[in-house]
Nanobody, 124 residues
């Protein structure tokens, strides 16, 4: 089992940057594939990015490709989401998620473990 705690959210102007962190408990963090999802008010939760156990494989939603970068440090049990060139439409609560082998890394229902979320607000 793994527990996840996100941090790094905040208020930023359009065009700015933020780096989210997700700290995981447990000694088997490196076994888990990790994902970032987000949910804006009144909208469905959506996939943002995912990374495999070693960090060698990543996937991004089209809406963030080229602006966001997911990475992980297995020695520190942490996954990161570097967000650059932020837009007002990036405003949402961002969640990290973990699972040993999600059947589809883009679908939240396949992740068993979730953090509590961190708010990101981008002003225009």
């Amino acid at each position: 089992q793994v527990q996840l705690v996100e941090s790094g959210g905040g208020l930023v102007q359009a065009g700015g940057s933020l780096k989210l962190s997700c700290a995981a408990s447990g000694r088997t963090f490196s076994w888990y594939r990790m994902g970032w999802f987000r949910q804006a008010p009144g909208k469905e939760r959506e996939f943002v990015a995912a990374i495999n156990w070693s960090g060698s494989g990543t996937d991004y939603a089209d809406s963030v490709k080229g602006r966001f970068t997911i990475s992980r440090d297995n020695a520190k049990n942490t996954v990161f989401l570097q967000m650059n060139s932020l837009k007002p439409e990036d405003t949402a609560v961002y969640y990290c998620a973990a699972d040993i082998r999600p059947e589809n890394i883009r679908i939240g229902a396949y992740y068993n473990y979730w953090g509590q979320g961190t708010q990101v607000t981008v002003s225009s």
